[in-house]
């Protein structure tokens, strides 16, 4: 059975979660056992990655500047600036990405993704009156 490539990455995100939730409890035992769990759908991910055939861009998101911060974002660890990581979803919501993408690419959820969005917005409202 085939499992497709954003499932294994919302999993991926929901372990990553959870090994995290068990650091910050202080189960240290929970962790590393979420930590091996992690690693093996890491795995899958690489796997399905390298197997699946690259989609062609166009657009705003062909441009390489943008690409330039896709792959900049995409390679931070996981644990960057939340002002930094916010001005990155800013930029590729502006640059036409949709929350999805967006989530998918910083490790955020979509509803996360839409807040700093929405919050990016209101700021920006406020600067120009």
């Known amino acids: 059975m085939k499992i497709s490539s954003n499932m294994l990455n919302d ?75 916010n001005q990155i979803v800013a930029a590729m919501s502006a640059g036409g990405m949709s929350a999805v993408d967006i989530a998918r690419h910083v490790g955020m959820t979509v509803n996360e993704v839409k807040v700093v969005i929405a919050v990016n917005n209101q700021t920006q409202l406020k600067t120009e009156i």
Request: glycine share 6%; charged share 25%; hydrophobic share 35%.
């Open 11 to 85: 999993t991926l995100n929901l372990v990553s979660l959870a090994r995290e939730i068990a650091l910050a409890k202080g189960n240290q035992a929970s962790a590393e056992k979420f930590g091996a769990v992690e690693k093996g759908i890491r795995q899958a991910v690489t796997e399905t990655k390298k197997s699946a055939p690259e989609k062609p861009v166009s657009g705003v998101l062909a441009q390489d500047d943008f690409q330039t911060l896709l792959s900049v974002s995409s390679n931070r660890p996981q644990r960057s600036d939340p002002g930094e990581r």
